[in-house]
């Protein structure tokens, strides 16, 4: 299970996770969304930095990309009646795999990909 700490107090709308690909933390992060769904994951690789403009949009910078995780659309989710040591249910979480570029609007939590790759 993950254990989760207060932020710098910048925002409520996400989590974020460090070293992300590197460290194979996506379980992590799934389990920190399973308590709080509201919040969008942002899993950052090395090199790589996540800036959040005044409209609530994360815009992505460096060498790595960042993984994106919405639990906003949750289907099911057994972290209620998980006991420590369980494997986790979840479905209905969206992903999104995003290079230097690329961006995704937390209001609307929409990913688009860098202007290079659009179409």
Known sequence: ???LAPGMGLTNRVVIDQHFRQRDRIGRLLTALSYNPFAVGLGLDEDTAAFIDADDVV????AGAITVVDAGSIEHSSVASAEM???LC????RI???PSGGRFDLQSRKAFPPPS???
């Open 1 to 3: 299970m993950a254990t």
């Open 59 to 62: 815009h992505v910078l460096g």
């Open 85 to 87: 040591g369980d494997v």
């Open 90 to 93: 979840m479905t209905g979480v």
């Open 96 to 98: 999104h795999l995003l």
């Open 117 to 119: 790759q659009e179409s």
